[in-house]
């Protein structure tokens, strides 16, 4: 069992830390940690996150009622039960809006893979939900399609969400996705940016497995995708609007098609659909540069 107090101080240091990156203006922004079956440390509502003191801290059940606490819950805890009911391994969740990140998160632009090393180990594809009124029900549930495939998700206009074993690392996955998307805005302003090539991305994938950390690249459902073209969550793309027109899609990176047998009916060839998609891409890039 986590020590509640404890834990409370480690919910206000993470709450001065993110207030002080600018990632949570005036009273955005909300963090969680599960500390029982049915017992949730949440932040309160209409609160700044860097001036959080442990009393000021609430806690609520995994319906999102709350249970004690001086100051009313935060509205958005709803978003925080779905996470922990989804999720059983999840004892934290951190909620706020890194700028970078969240540009991507508004202009629905899917973040380009294989670019940096750290991000493809520690990160990963990041998929954009669609868009609901915060503090819904409807809101909470926009993150069901992809929070067992991910640890972080940009939630469409809004802002992100990431979670993890402690407070802590579930704010490290936020600061790594908002330094990653500078970077590439940086990099757009400079002309381009460059994609690692497959043998280099398949590396990182292996090195990633080794060192513990789950990619669904590196499963058998997804082994003949696209390693580097947000293969993982493009089928939600044409739902949340999602498209890429800011960057270039990295060329074609999937394993070779297997010889047909003898006398069997042709599968669709998968490099034309890559191709298809690619020139689609660029297309759509191009036009959206004019």
Not at 47 to 57: A, W
Not at 69 to 81: C, D, I
Not at 125 to 143: C, L
């Amino acid at each position: 069992m986590l020590n509640p107090h404890k834990t409370k101080q480690d919910i206000c240091e993470i709450g001065r830390r993110i207030y002080a990156k600018g990632f949570a203006a005036a009273n955005d922004g909300n963090l969680s940690v599960r500390i029982g079956d049915n017992e949730v440390l949440c932040t309160p509502t209409l609160h700044s996150k860097g001036f959080l003191k442990p009393e000021d801290i609430c806690t609520i059940d995994m319906k999102g009622k709350q249970t004690a606490g001086r100051k009313p819950r935060s509205s958005e805890a709803l978003l925080h039960v779905e996470i922990y009911k989804a999720r059983p391994d999840v004892k934290s969740v951190v909620h706020c809006h890194p700028p970078h990140a969240t540009a991507f998160a508004v202009a629905k632009e899917p973040i380009p893979q294989c670019v940096l090393p750290e991000v493809e180990v520690f990160l990963g594809d990041v998929p954009i939900t669609k868009y609901e009124t915060p503090g819904s029900q409807a809101f909470a549930e926009t993150i069901l399609p992809f929070v067992k495939m991910t640890n972080i998700i940009l939630l469409a206009n809004h802002g992100t969400v990431s979670f993890g074993e402690d407070v802590e690392r579930a704010y490290w996955w936020t600061e790594i996705l908002d330094a990653y998307c500078r970077i590439l805005l940086l990099s757009r302003q400079l002309g381009r940016i460059n994609y690692f090539p497959e043998e280099k991305e398949r590396e990182l994938l292996s090195r990633k497995q080794a060192l513990g950390h789950s990619d669904p690249r590196n499963t058998p459902e997804y082994q003949n995708c696209d390693i580097c073209a947000n293969d993982i969550f493009r089928s939600s793309w044409q739902e949340t609007g999602v498209a890429r027109k800011a960057f270039e899609p990295p060329p074609p990176m999937r394993p070779p098609a297997k010889p047909a047998e003898p006398g069997s009916t042709p599968p669709d060839d998968p490099d034309v659909e890559t191709l298809v998609q690619a020139i689609t891409d660029r297309v759509m890039a191009a036009l959206s540069q004019q």
